[in-house]
C-alpha cells in the first residue's frame, strides 16, 4: 500500500517518529546533577508547653505525633536518591527552629538548583507549631527563605505536612495560603484550610507517603506540578476508603517547570 501512494496523497501533516527537541527553556535549570540542592527536613514530632504558649492559649502541650519519623525517613530516602543534600532536625522551639533554618540557608551554593523545606508538624490555618507549642506563620518562613541572595530566580519548594483548621483560642489572624507574593515560590501543603490532615502512627501520614511514592516514581521524568496532581488524586482516593476528609492543596509562583532532574 506504501508503494502505491503517490506524493499528491501524502497528508501535509505527516509526523515523524523522531522525538521532538526538549526546549530548555521552559523549565528551570539542573546546574549540577550530582547536587540537585538542599532538602532541608523539621520533624516536629514531641511537644512541650511553654511560657508563650501558655499565654497563648491554655498552656496544654500538644499531642504527640507518633509516626512522623516515618515521614522523615521515607522524605530523607526519597530525596537522597534524586541527589539532594539532606539535613534534618528533630522538634526544635520556635527559636531553634527559625535558627535552623537561617543556618542551613547558609549551606546553599550557587550551584544549588533547587531549596526543598519540609516541615512535618501540628498546624492551623497558614501556620505550622514548632516543639515549644507556639504556631510560626509561614508566610515568616517564606520570607526567611526569600531573603537569601543566592537562591534568587531558582525554586524554593515548601511541603508542609500540617493540618489548615482555624483555631479561635489563638489571639492572632494567620496567613492564607493563597497569599503568595513571592516568585519561585511552590507551597504544598497536606490539606485544604479548615480539613485536617491524616496520619497512621505505625505508618506515617497519608500525603508524605504517597508523595514519595510517586517522587520515587515520576520525579526523574515529570514536573513537580504534575507530580503534586497525581499525589492529590491518591491521597483523596486513599482518605475516602478510610471515610475521612483530605485534599492537599497547592499554591505557587513558579514561572517555569520544575524537575527535580534532567530530563532527556
Keep these: 500500500m506504501i508503494e502505491k501512494l503517490s506524493l499528491e496523497n501524502i497528508p501535509i501533516d505527516l509526523k515523524s517518529d ?10 528551570y535549570n539542573i546546574i549540577n546533577e550530582k547536587r540537585v540542592g538542599i532538602c532541608c527536613i523539621i520533624n516536629q514530632e514531641v511537644f512541650y508547653p511553654s511560657k508563650a ?9 500538644l499531642p504527640r505525633r507518633d509516626g512522623s519519623t516515618k515521614d522523615k525517613v521515607m522524605l530523607e530516602k526519597t530525596m537522597r536518591a534524586l541527589n539532594f543534600d539532606i539535613i534534618t532536625r528533630d522538634n526544635p522551639n520556635r527559636n531553634e527552629m527559625v535558627a535552623f533554618i ?31 507549642s507556639i504556631p510560626i506563620k509561614v508566610d515568616y518562613i ?12 531558582k525554586p524554593k519548594v ?14 492572632l ?30 505508618k506515617g501520614s497519608f500525603f508524605i507517603q504517597i508523595l ?7 520525579g526523574k521524568r515529570e514536573h513537580l506540578l504534575d507530580i503534586f496532581t497525581i499525589v492529590n488524586e491518591e491521597v483523596v482516593k486513599k482518605c475516602t476508603l478510610w471515610g475521612v476528609e ?19
Aim: hydrophobic share 35%; with cysteine; glycine share 4%.
Design 18 to 27: 523522531r522525538q521532538s527537541p526538549i526546549n530548555w527553556n521552559d523549565r
Design 53 to 61: 504558649s501558655m499565654e497563648l492559649a491554655n498552656g496544654n502541650a
Design 102 to 132: 537561617q543556618e542551613v540557608l547558609k549551606k546553599v551554593s550557587a550551584e544549588d538548583s533547587v531549596f526543598m523545606l519540609c516541615i512535618l508538624s501540628h498546624g492551623i490555618r497558614g501556620c505550622v507549631y514548632a516543639a515549644d
Design 142 to 153: 517564606q520570607s526567611l527563605v526569600d531573603e537569601k541572595q543566592s537562591l534568587r530566580g
Design 158 to 171: 515548601l511541603i508542609l505536612q500540617a493540618c489548615q483548621e482555624d483555631d479561635t483560642t489563638l489571639p
Design 173 to 202: 489572624v494567620p496567613d492564607s495560603p493563597h497569599n503568595m507574593r513571592k516568585t519561585d515560590f511552590l507551597v504544598c501543603w497536606a490539606t485544604a484550610p479548615e480539613l485536617v490532615a491524616y496520619r497512621l502512627s505505625s
Design 212 to 218: 514519595c511514592e510517586i517522587i520515587s516514581i515520576r
Design 246 to 264: 483530605q485534599a492537599p492543596i497547592v499554591n505557587h509562583t513558579l514561572r517555569k517547570k520544575l524537575y527535580l532532574q534532567k530530563s532527556d
